[in-house]
């Protein structure tokens, strides 16, 4: 079922090309002021227009139903909606029975027998990650006052690579385009702009830094930090990956290279000299910043001509998709990616 | 908490050097033969002798309290339990309070405010796997039943690597130490054997394949197929990473390249012409084989000297290992791995 | 949390005085077609204008936001809102520190530091029904569907005491008003008058009949029936107990009186002798129709002066209660627990 | 499922004949003293030896397997088991397919598609309240040391009944048989022999009272504090009804009458003058008293022939039970209610 948390609960809703989508909080604070600054640049974020992305005009214009009072959580469930507005939903009935390749059509169609609504991937559409985000930024004000900071990084696109948060001195904030810097923003622009001209698309690796983490929380098993973290990772359309600290790679070391050697600091602080490990170990945190990578698949709407299948008349047919899709979401994701850390990470150590 | 599962439930207990480990299954079908030659091939596997494995002479014999009258499960909870025979804790007083680099020892601290069972990993133990093996295994059989089959596969050891599933012509049983031939397995024993030598350990990666499982399985977002199999195998201790079908190799293709298209065979079953997401695509089962790949760190104890700290001095110190510890656990997490694939699957497609 | 439901899951919000209230329902079979005459009618008489309810004058009009196409359910979370139109909460201001006596005010306060919304109960409020009887009446028309239908039944308002449905030879639809007569009607209608015109207000007992659930649903022990039913009624505000078949009067039976005996009737189908169990044995459905009945506190909300405390000057002080307040919400309770009885009962079959 | 809990989590298991009973206790605070005199005690409560208790010479002799170190608790899941010893099942094998009025056999039968164990009531025994017992004292023991405390008392037995909590000045410990007098006492126990010789059986009604609960635990809703008790309550096989407070007779009270004022006390601490919602408005506690009564149905095992089916020939046949059968469980469910209520107690103020 669509809700998520353990001591928080998100429950979610909405098509792409419905009346509105939304979702139901449970959990925030009585007594949180929401920053509604903060909440909108992270709206932005996921949202922001640029030759790579859809041309939709929608503002994202979110409204808040119940649990506020004056700005100001009052313990009661947060319901809020997204009315959406631009929804031009004519040129997906001719492809009603169309699967799109590598979108969650066909399996939608099997799992609700022909009745969920195809227009624009329905439920199953990236826009419905723009709760997510709204609920995330909330969460992620809660953080930032108990110390805990998330730092998102487009790690890759395609096959243009910045350095990881395991390589670099400091994890930081890296900008609302959040690379080390601009010429590897602007590879990574040209790369876009490359496949879109191409009617392709790519996809990239979104790496998130969490700082602030005291040690002990988590769970042993089913309850631990990575299955709580990956759960809700996969939860994010397009995501086919998560690795943590050194992640695949160090399945190539060795023991000893791998583990991460404890030690006091000059104030008695505990510390590890490597965080191979992404600041989890046996599921529960040790304190080191939590550093992970999410792999996104390319787009999988993209303008060249693709076969497939009609599920009506049951045969082979080609696919011309029209209207408006991103060529790459990576920069998107990232935002959806930092925002969904937000949630499950103050579920985590609620 | 240390449940699994949305249709059956499954509960775990135990720790290494305790009393017992063991389980409660809810959700085994009225009327379920348990097949005890299964289950002891599997629970074999979990526990084979090796170069490479501790020398523990445990047989991890279980012993079933409920829910099974006659061999069949009544359709009450399946209680089971595994004395621990064999467990020789006296060495673990030496290094109760050092924290054994990369084990949960210093989360579980904290967690526990010190009052958690440091003797062999306690309830974080490796160990504490077999439960869930036994529970798998019963998972499994009834998944063969209905034509569903999971196949394991040791991908690598160290830098020693075997061909995958996604390059293979055709999925199958690949036996007791499940790689591609015999060449290939020496060259990983003797890697172990090297490793071992020098007082070290390796990790490794093992693949899954689950074939015969339908389209329309899972759901959008927060139960997505990949968010219920990624949140079992991270319960999985020494787990640092998933990838599903093409994975993190997938952010380098176009979506051209990527995109999985459908096409009708000469029976008009739906077919993919590639499998590059695993079999599933926006959280929902497409009828191909579900392919993923799990990353596993090498083992944690190893018998070299190691820096680390006592939480009771608060002084760094440095540890030396004694007792039994394999120098790689892939082969055993990779019986783990299956059963617990088997008891997801089953979860959802219930 | 504000969430209901094993199988279905029922999300609930708003705040009698905020901007909405609503749910999201998870859980509806896609292809569903919702019915929406006989949703209407319930949401009729879960806000029936009589000389016993408040003169609000709103409608309760409903808007869906999500998991509907041309009527039908698609499978998606069934989100939507009620939109709170005609909320005069100036004259709560003078109160806001003021804790009604026998209203949710006190522990609300304290619950939520003192943040809870306190204009008409906030989230407390009786009002937040409405989106469950909306949902429930989705789940009604499904039971009817499978010939499972629902009868609730006004046993007694005050003093004034229908027949049970444990004393009726047959359990049928008892109309807008469900008590068996005209009469019965009337004198209770007189008895709420009679406390209205006194400034006074009166409670009473709602009795529900199940009939056509088959026998072997619900779980031994934490899932059993009761449980699940008891749980739900619990939820709507004023419930103060519940009794299932006979009730607390089978504590005065013996065995041999109170025992329900089987008996194969003509067509070889089981029946009872009697129900004194109500039509669950074990936790577990024994096919005979499922009775239960409700404890209704008198509203809380009355106009007489009464001693109460405000928090803000920690004096004790006196209150005397304006606007618009139901001095009996038997009948409209009546309609919210046949709708929640549906939600319940359709969660258990599912 | 057989799970417990929001906050803690409870997994029961185990059949009346089968090898052992138990469960699993997630949630113990690590560093927790168990008191196994007071467990002890509790066990003895729920197994005590009378007239009207059964024969079965079993000493419920639990032993932990697991979360626990030197008596104290890790943090880790508590498992524990009581082996089954003294099993006559022979002479339930004559009875394997005639099912017991009033008993769990035929829902259970229909669910479990025949293969449920009928030997004793297999997993729907009131045996296995006696895990419910033990891991309830622990709870007990917590809640004491936070100045909780749960008052059982047997309020009825048959026709026989003693003042209620709702009429006592002080609320207190009532002792091993809980009642305010050896008069009642008497008189309770001769209805009991007198049933018993009567190859009858009796019920009856059991009062707790929970002192020292604060103000404001609870949720609105479908986590109300009476739908989390009564959930609970229910899972005791037996139990058909709960009420709160004054319970079905507020319903005869007018608003004024039932309306409990707040007033501050000498010491500026907020009272009720009258308690008749037992504690909780609102679904939120208020800080009075928790008070509710439970409904026993008359043991349904009796010893006089009784008219029932037999599933197997499809006949209606003629039951003579034999073995050992408690002609009044009253006494001893008091214990598991006892306990029973400090679990869901502890889980809501977790």
């Known amino acids: 079922?669509?809700?998520?948390?353990?001591?928080?609960?998100?429950?979610?809703?909405?098509?792409?090309?419905?009346?509105?989508?939304?979702?139901?909080i449970d959990g925030i604070k009585p007594g949180t002021k929401l920053d509604f600054e903060k909440i909108d640049l992270m709206m932005k974020k996921r949202n922001h227009r640029a030759v790579y992305s859809t041309q939709r005009a929608e503002a994202d214009k979110y409204e808040i139903l119940s649990g506020v009072v004056d700005n100001v959580a009052t313990g009661a469930p947060l319901a809020f909606e997204i009315r959406n507005a631009d929804t031009k939903s004519g040129h997906y009935k001719d492809i009603e029975t169309v699967m799109r390749p590598s979108h969650a059509d066909y399996g939608a169609y099997v799992k609700f027998n022909g009745f969920s609504d195809y227009r624009g991937g329905g439920h199953f559409s990236g826009r419905i990650t723009a709760p997510l985000t709204f609920a995330g930024a909330i969460f992620k004000n809660e953080l930032e006052?108990?110390?805990?900071?998330?730092?998102?990084?487009?790690?890759?696109?395609?096959?243009?690579?910045?350095?990881?948060?395991?390589?670099?001195?400091?994890?930081?904030?890296?900008?609302?385009?959040?690379?080390?810097?601009?010429?590897?923003?602007?590879?990574?622009?040209?790369?876009?702009?490359?496949?879109?001209?191409?009617?392709n698309s790519c996809g990239g690796v979104v790496e998130i830094a969490v700082c602030?983490?005291?040690?002990?929380?988590?769970?042993?098993?089913?309850?631990?930090?990575?299955?709580?973290?990956?759960?809700?990772?996969?939860?994010?359309?397009?995501?086919?990956?998560?690795?943590?600290?050194?992640?695949?790679?160090?399945?190539?070391?060795?023991?000893?290279?791998?583990n991460d050697n404890y030690y006091y600091d000059d104030n008695k602080n505990v510390r590890v000299k490597k965080n191979n490990n992404g600041g989890i170990v046996g599921g529960i945190t040790n304190g080191a910043p939590i550093i992970f990578r999410?792999?996104?698949?390319?787009?999988?709407?993209?303008?060249?001509?693709?076969?497939?299948?009609?599920?009506?008349?049951?045969?082979?047919?080609?696919?011309?998709?029209?209207?408006?899709?991103?060529?790459?979401?990576?920069?998107?994701?990232?935002?959806?990616?930092?925002?969904?850390?937000?949630?499950?990470?103050?579920?985590?150590?609620?």
């Open 294 to 350: 999410v792999a996104i698949k390319p787009t999988p709407s993209i303008f060249k001509t693709q076969d497939t299948i009609d599920v009506k008349s049951k045969e082979n047919v080609q696919l011309t998709l029209m209207g408006r899709h991103d060529s790459c979401i990576v920069p998107r994701a990232a935002a959806a990616i930092e925002a969904a850390t937000a949630m499950v990470i103050y579920d985590i150590i609620s």
């Open 145 to 199: 006052k108990q110390g805990i900071f998330i730092y998102p990084h487009i790690l890759s696109i395609g096959d243009i690579c910045d350095k990881s948060f395991m390589e670099l001195e400091n994890i930081c904030d890296l900008g609302f385009f959040p690379v080390t810097g601009k010429e590897i923003e602007d590879k990574m622009l040209n790369h876009i702009e490359k496949v879109r001209a191409d009617k």
């Open 212 to 258: 602030g983490v005291k040690a002990g929380y988590g769970n042993p098993f089913f309850g631990s930090v990575e299955s709580e973290i990956s759960r809700m990772m996969f939860s994010i359309p397009a995501v086919k990956g998560i690795e943590f600290g050194r992640g695949f790679d160090i399945t190539r070391l060795t023991g000893f290279e791998a």
């Open 1 to 24: 079922m669509n809700i998520f948390g353990n001591n928080i609960k998100f429950s979610i809703f909405g098509e792409s090309h419905g009346v509105a989508i939304g979702g139901i």
